[in-house]
């Protein structure tokens, strides 16, 4: 059976985003990573929606903070990392990389992307176009590397981009524009960066979110995902490189970045 999930973004804290949706057909309703209870029940109160399932990405207080109040107020089911299940509070359904998570009539498959934690996953609902994928990918960004490797991170952030074009990136953080900043250092003949910049920067003007954004547009302007691209490669200084130590390179720059 088709069905169109209906999503919807919660601006909590000071730039995080929880995504809610609501699978027709079933009536399941999810939440991705709720940073915080309170303006999650409300917003699914107002919409007459019963939440049944919350899906952790990784176990940052900013993902799962909310967990333990929506299900005692909701008896949902929480779904997280299997081998980070030590880390998600109240967890109920483990999950491993490459599984097909069923909610509902839509299907979301389960991949590891290690680096900004240990523990850390995306879901992708492909027939959807939705990537639910916490602090690994940011609109032309990528997560911190607490807990990772560079090796690591460039693999996950590799699988992710693997996937097609028309995924819209449903990423935690409004962090666009300060991205978009650091990535005009990087790259700075990027004619699609530079247009894209203009673009965020009217629309934080205008105080709208520039979240969700298309997996298309990540791959020709996100630094994060274009360290084997010889622009990248050549602004950097390291021409023919692994894309491993240029991932590293990019990472160690945004980190200092000011
Ligand atoms: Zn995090
Ligand atoms: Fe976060």
Request: glycine residues 10%; proline residues 5%.
């Amino acid at each position: 059976m088709s069905t169109t999930l209906e999503i919807v973004r919660i601006p909590v804290l000071s730039d995080n985003y929880v995504w809610l949706m609501r699978e027709p057909q079933s009536g399941s309703v999810g939440v991705v990573d709720p940073a915080v209870a309170g303006p999650v029940l409300a917003e699914a109160d107002k919409r007459g929606w019963k939440i049944t399932h919350i899906l952790n990405t990784h176990h940052h207080g900013d993902h799962v903070g909310g967990n333990m109040e929506i299900k005692s107020a909701t008896g949902c089911t929480i779904v997280g990392l299997g081998r980070d299940k030590a880390r998600i509070p109240g967890i109920d359904v483990t999950v491993d990389d490459g599984d097909r998570y069923r909610f509902g009539e839509a299907e979301g498959e389960v991949i590891f992307v290690p680096g900004h934690t240990s523990g850390h996953c995306a879901y992708a609902f492909r027939d959807q176009q939705a990537l639910f994928c916490g602090d690994t990918l940011f609109a032309l960004g990528c997560g911190k590397m607490f807990e990772g490797t560079p090796t690591q991170f460039w693999t996950s952030l590799s699988r992710l981009r693997a996937l097609p074009d028309d995924m819209r990136v449903y990423c935690a953080h409004e962090y666009t524009q300060s991205n978009a900043r650091f990535a005009l250092t990087v790259e700075t003949d990027n004619k699609a960066l530079k247009e894209r910049s203009a673009a965020i920067d009217a629309a934080r003007a205008k105080g709208e979110a520039t979240v969700p954004s298309l997996l298309g547009e990540e791959k020709l302007t996100n630094p994060f995902l274009r360290a084997d691209v010889p622009s990248v490669q050549k602004a950097v200084g390291m021409t023919g490189k692994d894309p491993i130590e240029v991932f590293a390179e990019v990472r160690h720059r945004k980190d200092v970045f000011r």
